[in-house]
């Protein structure tokens, strides 16, 4: 089982990384940059790569509205470039409320684009003519949209690897399974592990008779708050804010993945109960809703014995990558923490 961690968007991007510069030295296996609505996550990872030596950078997603096919295929490459084979290609489909509000560019057809995106970028690592033949991104254009001189074009430069890694961040059924089917990785949110198999169970095995060999085994990346002591009880509350707003703020009601994934995994009333806080201006009180249960149980939040046992129950439910975020405050504690957590997972 692999180690990693996300920097975080929200600001101290230059200290973030001076962490990871210990944490390598500590174990880390991979760290992902993300982007929300945030700084862009190409310039931060370019940083993170030139700043490490052995530890896989990711991008922890860019969004597949928001770049051309294959301008993230060109993007891909020129990271693997500058950090020596060590890049993963993150993608996904984010929201509306992201890539319409923000973005100003219509959400549809995440499951057609998210495939001829894939397509594509192998084809652009592979240096081959790329010839956009799907649904959406396709040529020739109609005359009202082209000038007619379009053609296929091959990337000038050699990418390091013809195949780089891609990930895909999904929840929903038909997302997953279309991710088990084409990526060499999978990072779902909020995994549970005691409840992760009738969830996303069926979709995993429907995706994964399509498999090809060639892509491996499916990596799966989940992200977890860590906290290893005997007194760090009191850290599972600081998940409610983050809960609460994906649970009830991340979308309208009717149209919130977060929301549906609760639901699914048996917490309809809680999760109709957080979103309607939340939506009324209520954060406190939403983020008072979140059980505490579901919190403990995506969480390595408790004594070392206790979370050996959450290792288990992660490793038993399929997680190959750990993505932690350490809670305790303090470079040295941080560290120390990916340190002790790398004792317990080898």
């Not at 996300?6 to 990871?20: K, M, N, P, R, T």
């Not at 990346?221 to 009830?248: K, N, S």
Request: glycine fraction near 10%; charged fraction near 25%.
């Amino acid at each position: 089982m692999r180690i990693g961690t996300a920097i975080s968007y929200a600001g101290g991007f230059a200290e973030s990384v001076a962490d990871i510069v210990e944490l390598e030295k500590a174990g880390l296996d991979i760290v992902f940059v993300p982007e929300a609505y945030s700084f862009d996550a190409v310039s931060q990872l370019g940083y993170v790569a030139a700043k490490t030596d052995r530890v896989q950078i990711a991008s922890g997603i860019f969004q597949i509205y928001t770049r051309t096919p294959t301008l993230t295929a060109m993007t891909a490459a020129g990271l693997d470039f500058v950090s020596d084979g060590r890049f993963t290609l993150g993608i996904g489909a984010s929201g509306p409320q992201v890539i319409e509000g923000f973005h100003g560019v219509k959400y549809d057809a995440p499951l057609g684009r998210t495939r001829e995106i894939i397509d594509i970028c192998r084809q652009v690592w592979r240096r081959e003519k790329v010839v956009h033949s799907g649904t959406h991104y396709s040529i020739p254009l109609p005359p009202e949209q082209g000038t007619g001189l379009g053609k296929p074009l091959k990337l000038i430069n050699h990418p390091v690897r013809e195949r780089i890694p891609i990930l895909l961040a999904s929840i929903g059924p038909k997302n997953v399974a279309l991710t088990a089917e084409l990526a060499e990785g999978w990072e779902p949110i909020f995994f549970h592990p005691e409840k992760a198999a009738d969830v996303w169970g069926a979709s995993l095995a429907e995706g994964k008779a399509k498999r090809d060999p060639s892509l491996g085994e499916l990596d799966t990346f989940v992200g977890t708050a860590l906290a290893i002591g005997d007194d760090v009880e009191g850290m599972l509350d600081h998940l409610r804010g983050m809960l609460a707003l994906y649970i009830g703020g991340m979308g309208a009601r009717g149209k919130n993945f977060y929301n549906s994934l609760a639901q699914r995994y048996g917490y309809e009333a809680e999760a109709k109960l957080i979103q309607d806080l939340y939506l009324d201006g209520k954060k406190e009180e939403a983020a008072a809703a979140v059980p505490k249960e579901l919190i403990r149980a995506i969480s390595l939040i408790g004594p070392e014995g206790y979370v050996k046992e959450r290792l288990a129950a992660f490793r038993e439910a399929g997680a190959t990558t750990l993505v932690v975020n350490p809670l305790l405050p303090g470079r040295e504690a941080r560290v120390a923490q990916v340190s002790k957590l790398r004792e317990l997972v080898d």
